[in-house]
């Protein structure tokens, strides 16, 4: 009985992970058509890869991109972990007063967010480019950092601090030494999610962004409205490989990644 | 002391410039016309408008349509990852399409639906003949159901993961079935993940504007699409705006009803 | 600190009119005592009796609310934490996760900014003292629970505190070795010659390691003194019932050496009340034996009897229907009518609401007329 539950599971989750899969080999393997479009498969070729690297605006915009997501979650991430120490220190009416806060932008549509950051940037005269569009990152980035950060200081055990002052440590080597390492598997998902989130970002930018800069996400866009181009394709396959190779090294790093992952699971008392 | 103070600097202003003043902006702008002048106009417009009405209605019937066939999809897929060997591997291909720029899988299905894609050459192949899918309403609801069904997995495995399995047993234990247990046991806790999952996936589809131009062909006009083509073309800001709280409101009112016990897997 | 430093019989820690509260809630009603240099000290008592405050109060994780603390002759109210000669042995033990088990006894000496060979000879130094010489590369999640309560240990007193303070440090060890673990304790802080002070709910561990037992309750020490005296002369009800197992009766003090319980009279060991005082009357289980009928002081019908290895426990109900406990080596039969035998110094009386001062000056009183 054990066994036939299971193959229908197993049918339903292939169909599941076809679905999920369909487009993105579909794009990969269109990458290397020789043809124009993607009707049909006509040889192999590396021609659009050729193309993407001679379209030096292209290469720009991915640079731009990159650049973007690379200093908005990094500047996240900092304001972020401040940000949950200060919540996890604050008292009672604070601390529920600074969640909900922090949730807004977490659940707020993308539109939303982008049409009154547009207000506010214009409000305040900041010229909308690459400023503005950073600054948005940012600011929809630190909820995220907050979230994956917060837990693992709750989970850390109130008398790992007294043990640190208890030492002798002081309350900037407690936070250095004990606090900052012991919550480092929440800061670096969270700089992770940070950078995701920064990447996959279309509406907030496609507001708050002007004539003279573009991120990825805006350029598909106007240029999948003009009609299909291969040269796309290659950038996606592209950009497939790179996040699989995070997410591969990511899940070696955390499965093989002796103490760090360990700070996990320590908590579970496990080996006794 | 002095340390804390400083921590809470950066974090305060980013809440206040960032989350604060952005909400109360929209909200003062949807009292101002076109022209720049203080008015309750735009209120009165999309209250006594057909058009907004009826937008904001379909918008919504469109975002519950979503949601639903997500759920639908998802929940059985979380089930089963969460009886799979290797578990957190599985979740994590599932993860995994999330991290192609939603726009270039947006852009896959457009070359997949396209009279002359991939889908219809295979209908054709098999009889079918060739279909219109680009531009409608089934599609739309696909791709979008496509692009939210990992925000739906995500929440419902952990809550599905977090129950104790002697809870299972126990269950077992005393009388019921494989069914009995599903429906008495795992569902009821696993509720706060599909709240989580709902959540996560109304509010989106209450407001996606780029999978309407590029795939439903503007033929579905969401709360989204207006704003956007309020304040990027029709430069209406103040109309803009309204629709915005408009949108404000439903999501309260999806949070309030979904209870924000436990947020997991949430999102911009 | 070197060990032997300190001279004996100093006090190195001092409490007085200490309050604390948290909010509205009294934690430590007006507490005073001292400690003296290279002692084990236990201070028990239920959950919530303020035994962990003090704890808190001496390791500087709490401030007091009212009263001074002194710590070798320093008022150190105002000293944070970091900069007390006290180490804690926490109970959940608290190592670092992310530290191996040599990086976690080295903490406090890397941040004193002791000598890196220094260091690695006093890392070395406290595994050795909780054997655990070579477990220094091991990490914290590959060590048992028995193993990490050491390493706890030897982190604390790797610092060379004055005192050590471990805050129901066995409680999460089960039996066997918790047992084991009273007499390393004991013969640890023989060793290094520094003052212990121990946290636990646990009596028969407070017995079992102590010099000195302070009992606590109700943010109040209810007693203070040797094992042997807190068991043999329970100040009050509290204590009586608290400490080991106890029959405790209401009963008059007819006069000096003469007590009135159920009934009837007893001859006893106590005086200095008034007379036809109204007391209780505390006599220990092991102190009462079955005999006879006719040899017995007290007459009544066994009620339950069961077998605990060492001893029988057994419950008499006499003929007020006063139930009593007895511990007995002899099997008796259920239902059996017995006597119950005691002798005048297995009764101890207790006045109502005593101070230990008065008690204690009532105690010299007889104790010179003898």
């Known amino acids: 009985m054990k066994k036939h539950h299971w193959s229908w ?77 200060a919540i996890k220190d604050a008292r009672r009416p604070w601390k529920n007063s600074l969640l909900s806060l922090n949730n807004v932008l977490m659940v707020s549509p993308d539109v939303i967010i982008g049409a009154s950051f547009l207000i506010f940037f214009t409000m305040l005269g900041v010229r909308l480019g690459f400023v503005s569009v950073l600054l948005s990152h940012v600011a929809f980035c630190i909820p995220i950092v907050v979230l994956m950060v917060l837990p693992k200081l709750n989970e850390l055990s109130p008398t790992l ?71 796309i394709n290659a950038l996606s396959t592209l950009m497939f490989i790179a996040s699989l190779l995070l997410v591969i090294g990511y899940y070696i790093i955390s499965k093989h990644g002796g103490r760090r992952h360990r700070i996990v699971v320590v908590r579970e008392g496990d080996a006794q | ?38 008015t309750l106009g735009n209120y009165a417009n999309y209250l006594t408008s057909s058009v907004y009405l009826k937008m904001t209605l379909n918008s919504v019937w469109y975002a519950l349509l979503i949601t639903l066939v997500t759920l639908v999809i998802s929940y059985p897929t979380a089930y089963v990852l969460n009886h799979l060997p290797n578990k957190q591997f599985w979740l994590l291909l599932v993860i995994l399409p999330t991290w192609i720029n939603l726009l270039l899988k947006t852009y896959a299905f457009i070359g997949l639906f396209s009279r002359t894609g991939t889908i219809n050459q295979f209908l054709q192949f098999t009889g079918l003949g060739s279909h219109q899918l680009l531009f409608t309403d089934a599609s739309f609801m696909f791709v979008a159901a496509y692009i939210e069904i990992p925000f739906m997995v995500l929440p419902i495995f952990n809550s599905l993961a977090e129950i104790n399995p002697s809870l299972i047993n126990a269950s077992y ?57 309020h304040f990027l073309t029709t430069q209406n800001w103040g109309m803009g705006s309204t629709i915005g709280v408009v949108l404000i409101i439903a999501m309260f009112i999806i949070m309030f009803m979904t209870g924000d016990k436990k947020q997991k897997g949430g999102r911009s | 600190m070197m060990i032997g430093e300190t001279p004996m019989a100093k006090n190195i820690m001092e409490f007085h009119h200490v309050s604390k509260s948290y909010d509205d809630n009294v934690v430590l009603r007006d507490i005073s005592f001292t400690i003296e240099a290279g002692k084990f000290y236990t201070l028990l008592g239920p959950s919530g009796s303020g035994k962990t405050t003090i704890l808190r109060l001496i390791a500087g994780f709490d401030q007091a609310t009212e009263g001074d603390i002194y710590f070798d002759g320093n008022r150190i109210n105002d000293v944070p934490a970091n900069r007390r000669q006290v180490n804690t042995v926490f109970q959940d ?80 060890l089960d039996h066997k070795l918790r047992v084991q673990m009273q007499t390393e304790l004991r013969q640890l802080q023989r060793q290094l010659g520094i003052t212990f002070i121990f946290v636990t709910h646990d009596q028969e561990e407070a017995l079992a390691m102590s010099d000195q037992i302070m009992i606590i309750n109700d ?50 060991v106590d005086a200095g009340m008034r007379p036809d005082e109204k007391v209780e009357v505390v006599i220990r289980p092991e102190d009462l034996d079955i005999t006879t009928v006719e040899k017995g002081k007290l007459i009544g019908t066994v009620a339950t009897q069961l077998f605990r290895g060492v001893d029988y426990q057994i419950t008499v109900i006499d003929q007020r229907n006063h139930q009593w406990k007895i511990n007995s080596i002899h099997k008796t039969q259920v239902g059996a009518q017995v006597g119950i035998s005691f002798d005048p110094e297995d009764i101890h009386v207790m006045r109502y609401n005593e101070s230990e001062e008065d008690f204690d000056a009532r105690l010299d009183g007889y104790e010179e007329e003898d």
């Open chain 1, 9 to 85: 599971s197993a049918i339903y989750l292939t169909f599941v992970f076809i679905i999920l899969y369909a487009p993105i080999v579909y794009l990969v393997v269109f990458s290397f058509s020789s043809g124009k479009t993607m009707e049909r498969y006509r040889g192999f070729s590396l021609q659009h890869y050729a193309d993407l690297f001679a379209d030096s605006r292209m290469i720009t915009i991915v640079i731009n991109t990159l650049l973007v997501a690379f200093l908005a979650s990094l500047l996240a991430t900092i304001i972020g972990t401040l940000g949950a120490l």
């Open chain 1, 161 to 231: 601090v007294d043990a640190a002052y208890d030492l002798g440590a002081t309350r900037w080597q407690a936070l250095t030494r004990v606090i900052l390492p012991a919550i480092a598997p929440g800061i670096l998902a969270g700089y992770f999610m940070a950078f995701t989130y920064s990447l996959d970002d279309f509406a907030v930018t496609f507001f708050v962004t002007g004539n003279g800069f573009s991120t990825l996400s805006v350029e598909i866009y106007s240029r999948a409205r003009q009609g299909i181009d291969l040269e």
């Open chain 2, 1 to 38: 002391m002095r340390q804390k103070a400083m921590f809470i600097v950066p974090y305060a202003l980013w809440i206040v410039l960032f989350v604060v003043a952005p909400l109360v902006l929209i909200l003062y702008q949807s009292f101002f016309d076109i022209n720049g002048h203080a």
């Open chain 2, 173 to 229: 234990d005393l009388g019921a079935t494989q069914w009995q247990t599903f429906r008495k046991v795992i569902w009821p806790l696993s509720m706060p993940g599909v709240k989580a999952g709902i959540q996560a996936v109304f509010i989106p589809s209450l407001s996606l504007f780029m999978i309407t131009r590029l795939i439903g062909g503007n033929r579905v006009i969401t709360l989204g699409t207006a704003i956007e083509e």
């Open chain 3, 93 to 172: 033990y608290a190592l670092f996760p992310h530290m191996n088990v040599a990086e976690n006894v080295a903490f406090g000496l890397q941040i004193k900014g002791v000598a890196k060979k220094q260091i690695d000879q006093r890392v070395k130094n406290a595994l050795h003292l909780v054997q655990l010489d070579g477990y220094g590369d091991r990490e914290i999640t590959a060590m048992s629970g028995g193993q990490r309560q050491r390493v706890a240990i030897a982190r604390a007193i790797a610092n060379e505190p004055k005192v050590l303070l471990l805050d129901e440090a066995l409680s999460a």
């Open chain 3, 219 to 268: 943010g109040k020490i209810q007693q203070s003194g040797t094992p042997v005296d807190i068991y043999d002369e329970p100040l009050n009800h509290f204590v009586a019932d608290f400490i080991g197992e106890s029959n405790i009766i209401p009963g008059v003090m007819k006069e000096d050496y003469l007590v009135a319980i159920n009934g009837q009279d007893f001859e006893c």
